[in-house]
């Protein structure tokens, strides 16, 4: 893939920031969108162009509508409507049983992490009226299947994620817009905070994977990439998972 627009929202940190790099490395015209840090999109809008794109960066409240459709509509009057969405904007797991999880909380997390994907893909779909030829990249997790307590805000937001990727990908097909989930497992980014800070931690997870260490965010980055591009042309509604082998342990011990 070379040039194009590419919104990443999220793209402040993380996963985001990193596909927003290498999404720049290609020459693409990145659309930085950021929640609250200005600097830290700064800083990654500064990455894609050292690594010979265009940025620019833009606030944008994925869980709100007008916020939303204000980010897309900024990015469309300084290059016309994207060609490639990658929503990486989300918040993880709070740790919390079902039985002491508050209402607030429970909407907090799936308005952000699954309205938020249904807000960008429709903005983004209806700013390219009826052309195609474009992708959408969701970044959703392996725990859209393979759920843990204290999980069931996030585990509910990604596996919703998959119903709405596998949906979007029939509807828009006749477009030939091509739509995919991304499912991450251990990626040392600020979501891992802790593993990244500690090592001895970091190490007692990495033990469960079989490829035996944590995921870097450039690595998902590279697989974005390649899901973007001519090159894979022929695959839509799939959930691609990059975990190191981790979501196969599951019946470990059973």
């Known amino acids: ?8 929202t999220g793209a ?23 929640f609250a840090d ?11 162009r050292a690594a010979g794109g265009e940025a620019i960066t833009v606030q944008a409240h994925v869980d709100d509508e007008a ?21 990486s904007a989300g918040l993880n ?15 907090r997390l799936l308005d952000t992490d699954l309205t938020g994907a249904f807000l960008t893909s429709r903005r983004f779909l209806t700013g390219r009226g009826e052309a195609g030829d474009a992708v959408i990249l969701h970044i959703s997790s392996i725990h859209a299947y393979a759920v843990r307590a204290g999980g069931a805000d996030y585990c509910a937001a ?16 006749p477009r030939r817009i091509r739509v995919n989930a991304i499912e991450p497992g251990m990626i040392l980014t600020p979501m891992n905070a802790r593993a990244q800070a500690d090592e001895t931690y970091r190490r007692t997870l990495e033990n469960n994977i079989p490829l035996g260490r ?41």
């Open 38 to 48: 200005a600097t830290a999109a700064g800083h990654s809008a500064d990455a894609v």
């Open 93 to 107: 797991m709070t740790g919390v049983n079902v039985r002491d999880m508050t209402l607030a909380q429970w909407r």
């Open 67 to 87: 916020s939303v459709d204000a980010a897309f509509a900024t990015v469309e009057r300084q290059w016309g409507p994207a060609d490639v969405l990658v929503n």
């Open 214 to 254: 944590a995921g870097a965010p450039e690595e998902v980055a590279d697989l974005a990439v390649f899901l973007a591009s001519d090159k894979a042309r022929y695959i839509t509604g799939a959930r691609i998972v990059i975990d190191g082998g981790l979501s196969l342990m599951q019946a470990i011990g059973a």
């Open 1 to 8: 893939m070379t040039g194009g627009t590419i919104i990443v």
């Open 12 to 34: 402040e940190s993380g996963i985001g920031a990193a596909c927003a790099a290498a999404f720049g490395a290609t020459g693409a015209r990145v659309a930085v969108l950021y």
């Open 158 to 173: 990604k596996g919703g994620l998959t119903n709405l990727v596998e949906t979007l990908a029939i509807e828009e097909a």
